[in-house]
């Protein structure tokens, strides 16, 4: 009888002890969730400064070509040129990283992508037309929307192979690469307009005096 009661009492303490460590268990896995959630939150607002500094850059670097600037007094570019080199140095004293997790067909599709667009990117002075138009063909590929042009099949192909945050750095880069093309564009249309406008008042002045 006496047996009995101690051998009851000796599995009451391993169950208690069984249970208490099942509820420290579950804390510390609850705590790890909580955790894992503000690691990822960090990762996206860490992503959203690296972004914005990409912004930020491109914008001050748009503003210093845009065709505004040639048109004011050389005095005042070089005012204003000295304050955008001020932004774009403060700017660049932001350093944020976010490293992202590839295994090695992630890595190899990722530097495949990279140098495909890097290719178009160094035709860019030989042929400027054909370059926006293999941009598109890329970055249709990397869209989720119906494309309004044609699809780089085999470029899609390896963005797939990617790592989710390579892929949408992908296509970051490409918007990005269209913009400024957009604007090379239409800064050399309106310069062309002005150097036709300016011919145009030449020849109107010059026939002028004859007349």
Not at 109 to 123: C, F, G, N, P, Y
């Amino acid at each position: 009888m006496a047996q009995a009661k101690i051998s009851a009492k000796a599995n009451e303490g391993r169950f208690c002890r069984s249970s208490s460590m099942a509820d420290r268990s579950s804390r510390l896995l609850e705590s790890l969730d909580q955790l894992e959630l503000r690691v990822e939150a960090l990762r996206e607002a860490a992503t959203a400064v690296e972004q914005e500094k990409e912004v930020l850059l491109e914008m001050i670097h748009s503003i210093q070509n845009s065709q505004d600037m040639r048109q004011i007094s050389e005095g005042e570019r070089e005012e204003l040129n000295l304050t955008a080199n001020r932004l774009m140095g403060r700017t660049l004293t932001v350093e944020v990283s976010v490293e992202t997790i590839r295994n090695p067909q992630q890595q190899e599709s990722l530097k495949h992508a990279t140098r495909i667009i890097d290719e178009v990117v160094s035709k860019f002075l030989d042929d400027l037309g054909n370059a926006k138009s293999h941009l598109m063909s890329l970055y249709s590929a990397c869209s989720s929307e119906v494309p309004p042009g044609p699809v780089d099949q085999k470029f899609q192909s390896i963005v797939i192979g990617c790592a989710l945050e390579d892929q949408k750095k992908i296509k970051r880069r490409l918007e990005t690469l269209l913009r400024n093309i957009e604007n090379s564009d239409k800064a050399i249309k309106l310069l062309e307009h002005s150097k036709g406008a300016g011919s145009k008042a030449l020849q109107q002045n010059a026939e002028g005096r004859f007349n």
